[in-house]
T-cell receptor, first 113, second 113 residues
Framework: DTGVSQNPRHKITKRGQNVTFRCDPI?????LYWYRQTLGQGPEFLTY????????KSRLLSDRFSAERPKGSFSTLEIQRTEQGDSAMYLC???????????FGQGTRLTVV | SQKIEQNSEALNIQEGKTATLTCNYT??????LQWYRQDPGRGPVFLLL?????KEKRKERLKVTFDTTLKQSLFHITASQPADSATYLC????????????FGTGTRLTVIP
C-alpha cells in the first residue's frame, strides 16, 4: 500500500460547474476525513467517515458539498455549482483509530475561474 | 473564542542551530497534540504526537513539549539542516465523536546554509 491517494491532483473549473474528487485511503484504515486548506492557513475539517457512515459534518460544509464513502473504502467529495470561494486545496486523511497519526493524501488543488 | 496560534508566520535560522516553534491555544481541552510537516503543494506529514499526560517526546532530532497549564506546545529541531525547511503545523486532538484535528496556521521555517 502506497498511502492515501487523491485524484485529480489539480482541477480548474468554471464557476457554476460541478466537480468531484476521489480519495483512496490506506486499506486497513476505517476512519476517513476531508479537510480544506487555503493559502497561509492550516487544514480545516469538513467531514468524517467511520467505515461507510458519515458521522460528522462541519458547518463549513454548505448544501453544495456532499461526500460519500460507499462500502467503507474510497470516498468522493462533490461540490455543486462551484463558486470562486471554493478555490482551495482539498485534503483527504485516514487513520486507524481516532487518536493516532493521520495519513494525508497529496491533495486536490481546485481553482474556480 | 477558540484559537490556535503558532508563533510566527516565518522563522529563519542558520544551519546547525536549534529551531524552536511555538503553538499556543485558548478555549480548547485537547487530549493530545500533533505536529506535522508540510512542503509546498503537498499534504501534511505526521511527525510527533504527545498526549495530555506527557511532558516531552523525542524522535531523532525532534523534541516536543506539552504544557496543559500554559496551554502551549514547543517543537524543537536540533542541528537544523536546509532539508528541514518547510511549514510546520500543530494540531490539537479534541475528544469529540469525530476525534478530528484542529490545526494552527503553521510556521514556515527556512534553514539557511
Amino acid at each position: 500500500d502506497t498511502g492515501v491517494s487523491q485524484n485529480p491532483r489539480h482541477k480548474i473549473t468554471k464557476r457554476g460547474q460541478n466537480v468531484t474528487f476521489r480519495c483512496d485511503p490506506i486499506s486497513e484504515h476505517n476512519r476517513l476525513y476531508w479537510y480544506r486548506q487555503t493559502l497561509g492557513q492550516g487544514p480545516e475539517f469538513l467531514t468524517y467517515f467511520q467505515n461507510e457512515a458519515q458521522l460528522e459534518k462541519s458547518r463549513l460544509l454548505s448544501d453544495r458539498f456532499s461526500a460519500e464513502r460507499p462500502k467503507g473504502s474510497f470516498s468522493t467529495l462533490e461540490i455543486q455549482r462551484t463558486e470562486q470561494g471554493d478555490s482551495a486545496m482539498y485534503l483527504c486523511a485516514s487513520t486507524l483509530t481516532g487518536d493516532t497519526e493521520a495519513f494525508f493524501g497529496q491533495g486536490t488543488r481546485l481553482t474556480v475561474v | 473564542s477558540q484559537k490556535i496560534e503558532q508563533n510566527s508566520e516565518a522563522l529563519n535560522i542558520q544551519e546547525g542551530k536549534t529551531a524552536t516553534l511555538t503553538c499556543n491555544y485558548t478555549n480548547y481541552s485537547p487530549a493530545y497534540l500533533q505536529w506535522y510537516r508540510q512542503d509546498p503543494g503537498r499534504g501534511p506529514v505526521f511527525l510527533l504526537l504527545i498526549r495530555e499526560n506527557e511532558k516531552e517526546k523525542r524522535k531523532e532530532r525532534l523534541k516536543v513539549t506539552f504544557d496543559t497549564t500554559l496551554k502551549q506546545s514547543l517543537f524543537h529541531i536540533t542541528a537544523s539542516q536546509p532539508a528541514d525547511s518547510a511549514t510546520y503545523l500543530c494540531a490539537l486532538g479534541i475528544p469529540t465523536g469525530a476525534n478530528n484535528l484542529f490545526f494552527g496556521t503553521g510556521t514556515r521555517l527556512t534553514v539557511i546554509p
